[in-house]
Structures are given as C-alpha cells and as structure tokens.
C-alpha cells in the first residue's frame, strides 16, 4: 500500500484510504516508540531538512524526533539565523540544502500555499508543517488519531472547533479530515473569527458556547492568534474569555463528559482554563504524544516512494 500523494501538502490532497494508512502505520510506529528500544532502523539511507521560517515548539521537536526514530540523518534549519535575512530567496535557500543530498523537506512558513510553491520548483518530497493561516495537515492527522484512540473511531462522531477559526490553520486541516472521516463538524466563536466561506465546506456555525458544546462529542479549542491580526477581532480579552472560554463550571452543567482537545500552545485563562486542561477529560498532551507517531508514519509512506 502506498500514499496517493506525492507529498504531504494538505489534507484536502488525501483521500480517506491515504488516513487509513497513514493511522495504520502510526498504530505500529506507537508500539515501537512504547518499547525500551524506541527507534527502528528503517531510514538509515534517508536525509531530512526542517525548515522552520516561523515559531514552533511542538510540531518541531515532533519531527525532529519522529525522523530520528525512524532513523534518518537531520539537519535543522531556522529562517532567523539564516542567509534567509541576507535576502537568498526560498527556492535558492531549499536548492542549496538540496544539494547537500536531502531527500525530504519538512517546513513551515507564513505564506498560505508556500510548500505547493516549493513543490513545484525542487526536486524532493515537501511535508508541510503549517502554511500560514491555510493548512497544518499532520496537526489535523494527529487530532484526528487521537479522536480515534479515545472514542474508538472518527465515523459519526461530532466535533466542534470552539474560537479563532479565521486565523487557523488547525480548523480548515481538521474540517477536511474529520470529513473525510464522515464526522459532524460545527465551528463557534464570535463571527469576526469565522471566515465568512465556512458554511460552504458543509461546517455549521454556533455562535452560543453552551449550545455548541451540548451538541458535541469533543471540542477542539483554538488559541486567538493575536500575531496573525492586523486589526482587532474583539473588544477584549477579557469579553472573549466570557462568552468562548471554556471552564469546568460549563462543562460540569452539560450533564456529559465531553473530550476536550487543544494544538497547543495554550493560552491558559483566555480560551481555556487551567483546571480544564489539565483535567481527565482533555486529551491535551495524548495529542503531542500522538504527533511523534502520526509523523513517523507519515515521512516513513512518503521515503517508500524515494527510488533508491
Ligand atoms: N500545534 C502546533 O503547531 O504547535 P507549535 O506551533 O508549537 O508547533
């Protein structure tokens, strides 16, 4: 069995078979990463460069340590303290790492459609580890494994995405898997922070915290990405924290328990509080978990179709 995709550029490129795969081969990669032996041999011919042209913690480290478990030779390249400042254009920065014998590039950059740009112009297999406000796809795999692990499977679940939908790159990568997967998906938050187009995905907006969570199975959180604005979205924090932030009094009186899910990094007080993130019902840091082994499938399908 192999990808349909050459690359991993978005989800909206992956068929239903390609997720199944891909959590398939992350079930295994998990078992492996639980033993005292956490690595296995298999891409001990392979080269990976991470080129991160912005901030990142999780998916970073992530990828770093899925490659090494895998095996494969990294390098580590970040835009700030590159000849990036000196002006060297994207596609000069990638074809010079290139020549160096790389034959995967993980990146992340501002730019919506930077690694479909990339793709087009260098001769190696591209993983996008979040293109601006428009896709993070192996965010939505892990998201969408972890749903899986918790409730059994995706099919028929109901998922809410609680808050700045607009500048998230999390939302759109999520809604395209977890339909794929046939879940139901709502978004809520305030209407300055959903993009006006959701509705044509099929995605039905809540604007009533409580109904929305009433109505789901588990919520998926978003931190407001103040960088990402050049204007202000909302009154204030303070207003938003008070009609779409999530504490346990709210979820004590849904008469359910909810899984609660967040990407991370958490703005604790604002979208969601301590005492809910860190309570049994979040799955918060099962999801980083998770990550290692969704990437390793991910990179491991992708190097079976590098000719040797
Ligand atoms: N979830 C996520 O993308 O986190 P980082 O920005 O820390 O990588």
Known sequence: MSLSTEHLLGIKYLNKQDIDLIFKTADHFKAVINRPIKKVPSLRDITIANLFFENSTRTKLSFELAEKRLSADVINFSASQSSVKKGETLIDTVNNILAMKVDIVVMRHPNVGAGVFLSKHVDAKIINAGDGTHEHPTQALLD?????????????????????????????????????????????????????????????????????????????????????????????????????????????????????????????????????????????????????????????????????
């Open 144 to 308: 969408s494994y972890s749903i899986r692990e918790k409730l059994g499977s995706v099919k028929g679940k109901k998922i809410v995405i609680v808050g700045d939908v607009l500048h998230s790159r999390v939302a759109l990568s999520n809604i395209f898997a977890l339909q794929l997967q046939g879940a139901k998906v709502k978004v809520c938050g305030p209407t300055t922070l959903i993009p006006k187009h959701i509705t044509s995905l099929g995605v039905e907006v809540e604007t009533n915290l409580k109904k929305a969570l009433e109505w789901c199975d588990v919520a998926n959180v978003l931190r407001v990405q103040n960088e990402r604005m050049a204007i202000n979205y909302f009154p204030s924090t303070r207003e938003y924290t008070q009609l779409f932030g999530i504490n346990q009094e709210i979820l004590d009186n849904l008469g359910k328990k909810i899984v609660i899910m967040h990407p991370g990094p958490i703005n604790r007080g604002v979208e969601i509080t301590s005492d809910v993130a860190d309570s049994d019902q979040s799955i918060i840091l099962n999801q980083v978990e998770n990550g290692v082994a969704v990437r390793m499938a991910v990179i491991y399908l992708l190097a079976q179709q590098i000719k040797r």
